[in-house]
DNA sequence: CCGTTAACTTTACACTGTTAACCGAAAAAT
DNA sequence: ATTTTTCGGTTAACAGTGTAAAGTTAACGG
């Protein structure tokens, strides 16, 4: 590759094809000689703008975080409802989910034997996508602040619901006999419903 | 490796190295070649026995399904009522996933991408163990037979959220504050509760 | 014009799963 | 009893992987 007087120039090249790469292969054969190939350097030269391939993978789950985050914000403009503003949440993140697959697995299902730890500053980035939860949890019940705690909790139950039918369905052990956009459906009520359910309770 | 003449006995003892391999040091760090090392043979002997490495991991996966189902037999043992039917057998799964992390991982975690399609007829036997909660939701709504989709639409819902659960655990994605087995108690009362929500409608 | 800096490449290492060719001992056949 | 065949197991090799160390060469500052 031709010397580069703008230093930052191949590095975007690279993420640009490693973003490209990812999304059309998935994670799995995204490979450092690969991208150095259609970017028309060499494996090693990726070396010099990041530390290694999870400092890169890192780049992409960064960017994947910052996308959903801005769908989570968007869907919630003009729900005033506290119900509604938890359904929206859940069906935005579905919809991320299914239709950013690549991202969301290596978002999500990227096992963390095969990377290493996710930068703090970075994971506080990300953490703010659960906090939305969390916090529109917290308006349904009326009373903020307070039970803090609890809303985390009741925020990783949904988490869990979503990314659990998510997570089977991108790994093909849904049974076929399975609608997938039904049983989705079914999995927002389901993790939504018990709130309401709750609701009723202490109401 | 000596000549032997019991053609099985190399076979069983290469499916018990890559056991504790993969128990002690997760399915990541399985190669053909530790295995062999462990086992005294080549590396290529193991494809006397095994087509190739899915296959073997298939006899793995196939054996932690047969754990798993004779555990979700166990735990129904002397339970008569159809709620707590459900309730056992989610504790039993649960309790399957957090006392055996490797073999869940290879089981309901790894990627597809990553291995080639699970064989028919263990297949088969491995949908036993989804059967098994959806027969008992089928008993909750008493009528049994009827409405089959449905049950296996609940199974699934459920099934979901406590793999999703385990899969947040796992990949240690749940937040530091959150105390695990308090989370996963709410999961499952999630789980089970929003058949109890819906079983009240019902009547 | 020379010396330094730094962008990029070459080479190499230790791995991975897997195939093809080979070896040699046991079993079968003559 | 000697030859042939079978087959359990090994060796060598291929095409990959991520990455560290050393080498090259173009651009820039004095």
Redesign the interface.
Known sequence: MARNTNPSELRAAILDEARECLIAE?Y?SLSMRKIARAVGCTATSIYLYFQDKDDLLHALINEGMERLHNQLLGSLDGVQDPVQRCHKLCRSYLEFALENRQYY?VM???????MKRYPKELYRRA?RN?DLFADALAAVKGRPGSEE?ED???A??I???????V??HH?????V??DVL??MD??VD?AV??LL?KQDEAS
Chains 1, 2 share one sequence.
């Open positions: 998935g799995l697995e999500f299902l990227l096992h963390p034997a095969h953490r659960l705690k985390l909790r009741s990783h139950v988490w869990a619901q979503i990314h659990g039918a997570s089977l790994s093909q052990r849904l049974d006999n399975i039904g049983f079914a999995v389901n419903g018990h359910c």
